[in-house]
């Protein structure tokens, strides 16, 4: 994969490009749908876990967003974002949790460790569309991409 590089002042890239570290295979494919259901024209990386996260970050993948699953094998969501926002070269990357987990100790402890925003994940695709389009309307905005380009 190729690392994406901004400079200040620069034109964006036309898609935003998003990274979902998420280990099961049909709400992955269930986050794409809804993507192209929006109309929102993003570049999609999927991570199987969080350590594949971490590898593709490390090795210069610099999304415009990050939406991350709690549980996951290898290494977890919360250990996955701790590693991300104590990375100077990544922490400034927007992580959003979206998991199965409406736990209040995993949403403070999220927060805590600076997520950008936590959302249980919908049972229905109409609601998981409604999810995406409040992240991809805020995240996915020119004026939110030049804030968190590196």
Same mark, same amino acid.
């Given at each position: &994969?190729?690392?994406?590089?901004?400079?200040?002042?620069?034109?964006?890239?036309?898609?935003?490009?998003?990274?979902?570290?998420? +280990?099961?295979? +049909?709400?992955?494919?269930?986050?794409?749908?809804?993507?192209?259901?929006?109309? @929102?024209?993003?570049?999609?990386?999927?991570?199987?876990?969080?350590?594949?996260?971490? +590898? &593709?970050?490390?090795?210069?993948?610099?999304?415009?967003?990050?939406?991350?699953?709690?549980? &996951?094998?290898?290494?977890?969501?919360?250990?996955?974002?701790?590693?991300?926002?104590?990375?100077?070269?990544?922490?400034?990357?927007?992580?959003?949790?979206?998991?199965?987990?409406?736990?209040?100790?995993?949403?403070?402890?999220?927060?805590?460790?600076?997520?950008?925003?936590?959302?249980?994940?919908?049972?229905?695709?109409?609601?998981?569309?409604?999810?995406?389009?409040?992240?991809?309307?805020?995240?996915?905005?020119?004026?939110?991409?030049?804030? @968190?380009?590196?």
């Amino acid at each position: &994969m190729i690392g994406l590089q901004f400079t200040p002042g620069a034109a964006l890239p036309e898609s935003p490009v998003l990274l979902l570290a998420e +280990d099961n295979r +049909d709400d992955a494919e269930l986050i794409r749908e809804a993507l192209a259901e929006l109309g @929102t024209s993003v570049t999609l990386h999927r991570a199987a876990d969080g350590r594949e996260a971490l +590898d &593709m970050l490390q090795a210069g993948l610099r999304p415009d967003l990050v939406l991350l699953d709690l549980n &996951m094998p290898r290494l977890g969501g919360r250990e996955t974002l701790k590693a991300i926002k104590a990375d100077p070269a990544l922490r400034t990357i927007p992580v959003i949790i979206l998991t199965t987990s409406d736990a209040d100790q995993d949403i403070r402890a999220s927060y805590h460790d600076h997520c950008s925003g936590y959302f249980v994940k919908p049972a229905t695709i109409d609601e998981l569309i409604d999810v995406l389009r409040q992240v991809s309307s805020f995240w996915f905005s020119p004026h939110a991409r030049r804030l @968190t380009t590196h």
